[in-house]
């Protein structure tokens, strides 16, 4: 038996970078593959591997690092470069990434905010900007720090053009609706 049939090697990608957490027979690894944004995540110390269900923004993966906690609460970053790059974060394990520091997004103007019906006791909010690309951001903090969430940047995204939040938007209901064009559509 060769050793891609021993360990089902069906991963093929430029993989760049590297980081894996916890301990023997129970290792969590992230790899970023090169020339795109795609991240590879594994929690069977390698035996299988997922890809992201929504990768950061960029053109490449420059770099990942899994905190020390992931076994726990499943945090992550990632550093990517070219159009829309950033820094980004996840926090279910390495399926979505969402972008949490600007490198090179461009803000021209805020075309839509829609605050949480709850936004007295959660500070929470919602943006739509539009600039090179257009975003979706989200606030927990009122405005001080935000999160770009969705992005025309995404291959199927055409445009986004109103943010709306379901009545019932609360901690266990986030419920968040996005009115734009997909392929087209």
């Given at each position: 038996m060769d050793s891609d049939t021993a360990y089902d090697l069906s991963l093929d990608a430029d993989i760049i970078s590297l980081d894996l957490v916890g301990e023997v027979g129970a290792i969590y690894l992230l790899a970023?593959?090169?020339?795109?944004?795609?991240i590879w995540h594994s929690t069977d110390s390698g035996d299988s591997w997922n890809s992201t269900k929504k990768a950061p923004s960029g053109?490449?993966?420059?770099?990942?690092?899994?905190?020390?906690e992931f076994a726990s609460y499943g945090r992550a970053y990632v550093a990517t470069s070219g159009a829309e790059s950033a820094l980004s974060c996840t926090v279910d394990g390495g399926a979505t990434w969402n972008q949490i520091g600007l490198t090179d997004t461009e803000i021209s103007q805020?075309?839509?905010?829609?605050?949480?019906p709850s936004?007295?006791?959660?500070n929470t909010l919602f943006m739509l900007t539009e600039g090179s690309k257009l975003s979706l951001w989200r606030s927990l903090s009122g405005g001080a720090r935000w999160e770009r969430l969705y992005s025309s940047a995404m291959a199927e995204v055409d445009s986004i053009d109103r943010v709306g939040l379901s009545p019932q938007y609360s901690n266990g209901?986030?419920?968040?609706f996005i009115a734009g064009m997909s392929n087209g559509r």
């Open positions: 970023g593959e090169d020339n795109t944004a795609e053109d490449k993966v420059t770099s990942v690092l899994m905190t020390p805020i075309d839509d905010l829609a605050p949480s936004y007295s006791h959660d209901n986030q419920v968040v």
